[in-house]
């Protein structure tokens, strides 16, 4: 019995360390700019006019404001396209198994008079797993989230974060509302030989665990 229970408190010390989830988005807080993302358009579409795509701070979660990646799409007609759309990508890295992504998004709208915000989404290797969409928005932030756990397979894969909506030509560049990204994250079980401070806690806690099981017996044997 007392070995048992010395075991339980030492395997729950280890599994602290297994259990460390890896993240395969890298630079999902954009706080390095763009750098690990990919701008891309859809067909006919725009990400609006330089200096977007860019990261500026802005406050995507209604938490506080943060650097966030900003587009500005169905603000310029391109080729006389009906779409205007695109969005930022990049090449993730998995092991078989389950994926668990989460992004913040929101919608930015200064005036009422072009004010569709947008239809957000997330694809892997080109099928769309989820998708916000923000509609007609009165001057304001409209905020969501796109989130979907899938089980993928070992590998590379290839992560779109995509806004689309439809060209209005009404309005000036300051009507239409912008798009924005930011906590983008991919995680996933995975077995990181570097704990980091949440594990230690609970690796800490477990041997304590150990400790007091293996104090109260040494009380006992004196008894
Ligand atoms: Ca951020």
Redesign the pocket.
């Known amino acids: 019995m007392r070995n048992l229970l010395i075991a339980g408190a030492m395997a729950a010390a280890f599994s602290a360390t297994a259990a460390q989830a890896a993240q395969v988005v890298t630079n999902g807080?954009?706080?390095a700019g763009l750098t690990d993302w990919t701008a891309f358009t859809t067909a006919n579409g725009t990400l609006g006019f330089p200096p977007d795509p860019q990261v500026t701070s802005f406050d995507v979660t209604g938490f506080g404001a943060?650097?966030?990646a900003e587009l500005q799409v169905g603000n310029t007609p391109n080729n006389g396209g009906t779409e205007e759309g695109g969005g930022l990508r990049q090449t993730i890295t998995t092991v078989a198994g389950p994926l668990n992504f989460n992004a913040d998004v929101a919608a930015s709208a200064p005036n009422l008079t072009n004010g569709e915000g947008g239809v957000f989404s997330v694809l892997l290797d080109g099928v769309t797993l989820d998708t916000f969409t923000v509609g007609a928005i009165t001057p304001g932030t409209v905020r969501g989230f796109l989130s979907f756990n899938q089980v993928v397979t070992g590998g590379s894969h290839d992560l779109e974060l995509l806004a689309t909506r439809g060209f209005t030509n009404c309005c000036s560049r300051g009507d239409t509302p912008f798009q924005y990204f930011?906590?983008v994250s991919g995680l996933q079980a995975g077995s990181s030989s570097v704990p980091e401070p949440a594990a230690w806690a609970m690796m800490i806690v477990g041997f304590g665990l150990a400790g007091s099981v293996m104090r109260r017996q040494a009380r006992v044997g004196r008894a």
């Open positions: 807080d954009f706080s943060s650097d966030a930011d906590n």
